[in-house]
T-cell receptor
Framework: DAGVIQSPRHEVTEMGQEVTLRCKPI?????LFWYRQTMMRGLELLIY????????DSGMPEDRFSAKMPNASFSTLKIQPSEPRDSAVYFC????????????FGQGTRLTVV | AQSVTQPDIHITVSEGASLELRCNYS??????LFWYVQSPGQGLQLLLK??????LVQGIKGFEAEFKRSQSSFNLRKPSVHWSDAAEYFC??????????????FGGGTRLMVKP
């Protein structure tokens, strides 16, 4: 398996534009997580899915953020409209049901909103 | 709610010296504990994990960590640091709820610098 795949790796956009980040989890993993990494707040969980169903979105900062998982092999995180304070690295991770197996992380998407 | 504290934001060691990175956690039950490493511009790679059993766990790249319940600690160690170990290190604890998969709560990270 190629691991968790995120695209794009880098995104630069203007304030007010819509941004969509994409993630392909490892095949067979039941859980998918979206994390955000910033200097100020470190790594924080935004939302996670179990079998494509959103379970906990309490970490989503505002209504401008939304996430979907239309099928087991694809998830998106959308920001509309984007703001400069959304600039961060966004990580997607997936893990199987068995908790003794760790979560695997993608390479991240570095988002810059100017 | 669980939490993780990494008291040292930055650590500098000389190449060949020993290393210990501290991690303290707050958790209601027996924790699932992890150490991840992040090289610049890269994702997070698992170094090692603890679920149960032997409290001294071995990981990749010569790292080990010891779970001490009495101290709520899971410190990471390496006997001899290499220049390639310069990176940021994150301690994390898994979710208390059994149905949350490996949802992680991370510490703030420790940035390791290695002097030649």
């Amino acid at each position: 398996d190629a691991g968790v795949i995120q695209s794009p790796r880098h995104e630069v956009t203007e304030m007010g534009q819509e941004v969509t980040l994409r993630c392909k989890p490892i095949s067979g993993h039941d859980y998918l997580f979206w994390y955000r990494q910033t200097m100020m707040r470190g790594l924080e969980l935004l939302i996670y899915f179990n079998n494509n169903v959103p379970i906990d979105d309490s970490g989503m900062p505002e209504d401008r953020f939304s996430a979907k998982m239309p099928n087991a092999s694809f998830s998106t995180l959308k920001i509309q409209p984007s703001e400069p304070r959304d600039s961060a690295v966004y990580f997607c991770a997936s893990s199987p049901v068995v908790r003794t197996t760790e979560a695997f992380f993608g390479q991240g998407t570095r988002l810059t909103v100017v | 709610a669980q939490s993780v504290t990494q008291p040292d934001i930055h650590i500098t060691v000389s190449e060949g010296a020993s290393l210990e990175l501290r991690c303290n956690y707050s958790y209601g039950a027996t924790p699932y504990l992890f150490w991840y490493v992040q090289s610049p511009g890269q994702g997070l790679q698992l170094l090692l994990k603890y679920f149960s059993g032997d409290t001294l766990v071995q990981g990749i790249k010569g790292f080990e960590a010891e779970f001490k319940r009495s101290q709520s600690s899971f410190n990471l160690r390496k006997p001899s640091v290499h220049w390639s170990d310069a990176a940021e290190y994150f301690c994390a604890v898994g979710a208390e709820e059994g149905n949350a998969g490996n949802m992680l709560t991370f510490g703030g990270g420790t940035r390791l610098m290695v002097k030649p």
